[in-house]
């Protein structure tokens, strides 16, 4: 079988591209993911680690699949994370990590059938989960730097520039990981930050 160039969503999907210093609103259509829940703080949470082991291994025996079985290689996308709290100022102003609750993903490129998904998890089932999203209207940016230094920024996005063009938040802070934590420096790291969001007075 011939195996196609390998594609690099990151390079192709509008929806990972960001600007620094920049909010842009955007429309994400609905896609599949590879999902796996948790909660609490992602430094320290053995939740969180235990759901990093389960997700990437799913994700390249599907990359696997697709090459042998499609012809189709690609790039594994990033990580990605939605984030949210009973009290949003967990993420702002207290940045109580303790309190946050999480869903770690990663896309399934649109070319990968449910089955071939399935059989990929395997073993993981129960702990993995291929699920649809869809996120529509979102207003993002790219942070440079650490983590702990999204605050200000998450602020900015918040209360200035979601009110200021007519709309308000809904669903869930969505981030998605351009740097290998492992191998790039915290003031390096490059990191999409998305909320969704509707018009004041629109339906959710």
């Known amino acids: ?12 999907l509008d929806s990972y591209r960001a600007r620094h210093g920049r909010f842009d ?7 599949v993911y590879l999902m796996v829940d948790g909660h609490g703080d992602p430094n320290t949470s053995p939740a969180y680690t235990a759901a990093l082991e389960a997700l990437y291994p799913v994700a390249y025996a599907l990359k696997s699949a697709s090459r042998k079985e499609l012809g189709r290689d690609y790039v594994v996308p990033p990580l990605e994370g939605l984030w949210w709290a009973q009290d949003m100022a967990a993420f702002t102003a207290a940045r109580d990590k303790s309190r946050w609750d999480w869903t770690m993903m990663i896309l399934v490129p649109d070319w990968i059938e449910a089955s ?3 059989a990929a998890i395997g073993a993981r ?26 605050a200000p920024v998450l602020a900015r996005m918040h209360d200035e520039e979601i009110p ?26 490059r990191t999409i930050l998305r909320q969704p969001v509707r018009p004041v007075g629109g339906a959710n």
Do not use: N
């Open 1 to 12: 079988m011939t195996v196609h160039e390998k594609v690099d969503l990151k390079k192709t």
């Open 125 to 150: 089932d129960g702990i993995v989960r291929r699920q649809s999203f869809v996120e529509g209207t979102c207003l993002q940016t790219l942070h440079v730097g650490s983590f702990d230094d999204e």
């Open 116 to 118: 071939m998904v399935e």
């Open 25 to 31: 609103l955007i429309e994400v259509p609905e896609r």
């Open 164 to 189: 200021s063009r007519g709309l308000r938040m809904t669903g869930t802070h969505h981030e998605i990981y351009l740097s290998d934590a492992r191998r790039v420096a915290p003031a390096r790291m």
